[in-house]
Each structure stands twice: as structure tokens, then as C-alpha cells.
């Protein structure tokens, strides 16, 4: 069975602050994929940033970056300086190789002017 | 190209009917799925399929079913609603195909949703 846990159910900062969002996963399978999707208030699913369970190297992509923790099961999420268009729910995912989704229950991001 | 597209985008079905949510991707996907969204809630994944005449269960598959009888097409049966079936629908589909494999593989390409509500 696989499991994605999001801790953190809501998080509000003032806009320009960073945040980190928090995920746990949980896998038998050796070979997997993460995932981090935005939900903004309009409800569309929005892709972000992948991760291939065999490819540790954390990276930036302009004001996003991940940190990917394979011996914690941890895949974070960090939004550098926010600003108030980030404020969505952010979902954290886990894909098997054999093609199975599973999502996390969100992050309801809020940031404030 | 469209991309992932579900019909309808709103439906009310009266407890006991039946429907079927449409969802077809013009991507040449082999991955497909539909997920629900309950209010403030993830998403739980119901059925996915691998392929052509291939499905799986996932989490929450009581009360549906699916088919996929081509790559495109991958609809939704709701046989008997139930007011537990209130929810918000996505269908998505990824590629594990070259080129998509190297640029996109895995990555989930979701529908606008399809609102449904039982009374």
C-alpha cells in the first residue's frame, strides 16, 4: 500500500516570506515518482515539479525548490519570497511504477498582502 | 489539441439513477484516471487503467465502473448514486511513451472536473 501524508492543513504568511510545505510518503515499491500539483481557487490541477525516487539532487526552479529525503520518506516544497497569486491548495503526490496516483489531503496556502 | 476533456461539467442525479462521466485525452496517453475531490478534502483515486482494456481499482472503487476500450476514452459509471457520491470528479492521463517519457513522463494532465451532486 502507499500513503502520501500532508501534516500541515493550512499555513498563512505575509506576502515575500518563504514557506515550506511538508510531505510523507510511504512505499514498498524501490522505483517511484513525486510529485507536488497547485489547486488554485479556480479549482484546475496545476503540475509543478517531479522527482524520480532514483535522483536525489535537489534543485531550484526559479522561486520554487524540493527537497528530496529518500532515508526520511520526505519530499518538501518551498515557495521563495510569496506572493499573494501562490494562495491555492497544494497537493503532494506519490506514483508507482506500476502507474498507481496516490495524493496527499493538501496544504491550503494562504498569502497575505 | 484539447488536451483532457470530461463531460458534463454539472450534473444533478436524484438518489437511484445512473450516469456516465465522459472523459477522452487526445495526447495518446496510455495512463488514465479519475480521481474524486470531496469538499476541502484530496483526491481519492477510483479506477486507473495501464492501457487499452486494462483497469485497476484504487481506493475508493465502490459504486463505479469504468472501462477503456481505446487509448482516448475512459468513462465513468455511476450505476446506483448515492448522496456519498457527491463530489468533484477529475479525469487525468499521463504517458510513460517516448518523447513524452523523457520530458513529461508520469506527469498527471487533468480535466476541468466534472461537479456532481446526488439528492
Known amino acids: 500500500a502507499q500513503k502520501v501524508t500532508q501534516a500541515q492543513t493550512e499555513i498563512s504568511v505575509v506576502e515575500k516570506e518563504d514557506v515550506t510545505l511538508d510531505c510523507v510518503y510511504e512505499?514498498?515499491?524501490?522505483?517511484?515518482?513525486l510529485f507536488w500539483y497547485k489547486q488554485p481557487p479556480s479549482g484546475e490541477l496545476v503540475f509543478l515539479i517531479r522527482r524520480n525516487s532514483f535522483d536525489e539532487q535537489n534543485e531550484i526552479s526559479g522561486r520554487y525548490s524540493w527537497n528530496f529525503q529518500k532515508s526520511t520518506s520526505s519530499f518538501n516544497f518551498t515557495i521563495t519570497a510569496s506572493q499573494v497569486v501562490d494562495s491555492a491548495v497544494y497537493f503532494c503526490a506519490l506514483r508507482t511504477n506500476a502507474g498507481k496516483s496516490t495524493f496527499g489531503d493538501g496544504t491550503t496556502l494562504t498569502v497575505k498582502p | 489539441n484539447a488536451g483532457v476533456t470530461q463531460t458534463p461539467k454539472f450534473r444533478i442525479l436524484k438518489i437511484g439513477q445512473s450516469m456516465t462521466l465522459q472523459c477522452t485525452q487526445d495526447m495518446n496517453h496510455n495512463y488514465m484516471y479519475w480521481y474524486r475531490q470531496d469538499p476541502g478534502m484530496g483526491l481519492k483515486l477510483i479506477y486507473y487503467?495501464?492501457?487499452?482494456?486494462?483497469?485497476d481499482k484504487g481506493e475508493v472503487p465502490n459504486g463505479y465502473n469504468v472501462s477503456r476500450s481505446t487509448t482516448e476514452d475512459f468513462p465513468l459509471r455511476l450505476e446506483l448514486a448515492a448522496p456519498s457520491q457527491t463530489s468533484v470528479y477529475f479525469c487525468?492521463?499521463?504517458?510513460?511513451?517516448?518523447?513524452?517519457?523523457?520530458?513529461?513522463?508520469?506527469?498527471?494532465?487533468f480535466g476541468a472536473g466534472s461537479r456532481l451532486t446526488v439528492l
Open positions: 487503467s495501464v492501457g487499452a482494456g486494462i483497469t
Open positions: 487525468a492521463s499521463s504517458s510513460t511513451r517516448p518523447p513524452q517519457a523523457s520530458s513529461g513522463a508520469n506527469v498527471l494532465t
Open positions: 512505499t514498498r515499491d524501490t522505483t517511484y515518482y
